[in-house]
């Protein structure tokens, strides 16, 4: 079984709106990482959290992790085309950082 | 410069081909990853080199054969690929393990 899982799979939004997407593990958590990739290209990274209840934000998107319950959320406001790709969280596998695996993904489009 | 670049962009080749996909960074990176992506899956992870030595290697089959020439340079050299190895493969960098990783915009082979 995946040791990620991402919700929704899939998200199709009008420009504008908010929108939520989640990343729930089913290991312990050693550190949260959120990617994007446009469509056949390289990731691009977004944020990295480490600390339960950590919160971070950068233009219009906000990422938390709630350790105890080991997942994170990754939140757009008002949304544009431009945010549209897939979304990828990533994790370590072990305190020491013995491995990395990536979620599904969920792909977001974004409707002018 | 905080580029990852690959090349080829495209490989064809045949079953019974020896050919090589080519990574460099210029960042200063001391660990960097190749991932093989297939489509509409997420990346998974093949080999990790930190400070030019092998690291991790994801029970990867010996028809790919990674090589960390120095600290700026990644190889990875494909023999006797079989049609199910094609795919996206990107590498990436990060200043430690599993840091924020930057990607390259990745190789895409096809194997007849």
């Known amino acids: 079984s995946q040791e990620l899982e991402q919700s929704p799979q899939s998200l199709i939004v009008q420009e504008g709106k908010n929108l939520t997407i989640n990343c729930t593990s089913s290991?312990?958590?050693?550190?949260l990482y959120w990617y994007k990739q446009k469509y056949g290209e390289g990731l691009i990274f977004l944020m990295m959290?480490?600390?339960?209840?950590e919160e971070k934000s950068h233009e219009k998107i906000t990422a938390k992790l709630d350790e105890k319950k080991q997942q994170s959320s990754l939140h757009i406001t008002a949304s544009q085309p431009s945010h549209a790709g897939i979304y990828l969280c990533?994790?370590?596998?072990?305190?020491?950082?013995?491995?990395?695996?990536f979620g599904p993904g969920t792909r977001l489009s974004v409707l002018p | 410069d905080t580029e990852v670049t690959q090349t080829p962009k495209h490989l064809v080749m045949g079953m019974t081909n020896k050919k090589s996909l080519k990574c460099e960074q210029h960042?200063?990176?001391?660990?960097m990853y190749w991932y093989k992506q297939k489509a509409k899956k997420p990346p998974e992870l093949m080999f990790v080199y930190s400070y030019e030595k092998l690291s991790i290697n994801e029970s990867v089959p010996s028809r790919f054969s990674p090589e960390c020439p120095n600290s700026s340079l990644l190889n990875l050299h494909l023999h006797a690929l079989q049609p199910e190895d094609s795919a996206l493969y990107l590498c990436?960098?990060?200043?430690?393990?599993?840091?924020?990783?930057?990607f390259g915009p990745g190789t895409r082979l096809t194997v007849l």
């Open positions: 290991k312990t958590l050693y550190g």
């Open positions: 959290l480490q600390k339960g209840g």
């Open positions: 960042m200063g990176h001391r660990a």
């Open positions: 990436a960098s990060s200043q430690v393990e599993f840091n924020e990783q930057f």
């Open positions: 990533g994790a370590q596998r072990g305190n020491y950082g013995q491995n990395f695996v």
